[in-house]
Nanobody, 123 residues
Framework: QVQLVESGGGLVLAGGSLRLSCAAS????????MGWFRQVPGKEREFVVY????????YYADSVKGRATISRDNAKNTVYLQMNSLKPEDTAVYYC????????????????WGQGTQVTVSS
């Protein structure tokens, strides 16, 4: 089992920045590719970004490309999502997810999920 706990969400003005964190515990964090997804009520969970086990490979959704940066610190068992130039349409609950070894862009590819952290961007 891997337990994931997100933090860092909150209310921010459009154009502002947030840094989300996802702390992992349980099994060997460095064996897990990590992803961030987001969801608004009434819509499907949307892929945001993933990072490979080593951190050497990342992939961003077009909606956040150029405004978001994912990183991981395997020594601290933590993955981060830095989001800049936030827009009201970024408002959502953000979830981190873990998958053994392989990256993916679909929610059903990930085995472990955090409880989510709310990001609200006001105009």
């Amino acid at each position: 089992q891997v337990q994931l706990v997100e933090s860092g969400g909150g209310l921010v003005l459009a154009g502002g920045s947030l840094r989300l964190s996802c702390a992992a515990s349980g099994r060997t964090f460095s064996n897990y590719a990590m992803g961030w997804f987001r969801q608004v009520p009434g819509k499907e969970r949307e892929f945001v970004v993933y990072i490979s086990v080593s951190g050497g490979s990342t992939y961003y959704a077009d909606s956040v490309k150029g405004r978001a940066t994912i990183s991981r610190d395997n020594a601290k068992n933590t993955v981060y999502l830095q989001m800049n130039s936030l827009k009201p349409e970024d408002t959502a609950v953000y979830y981190c997810a873990g998958r053994l070894w392989r990256v993916g862009v679909r929610p059903d590819e990930y085995e472990y999920w955090g409880q989510g952290t709310q990001v609200t961007v006001s105009s």
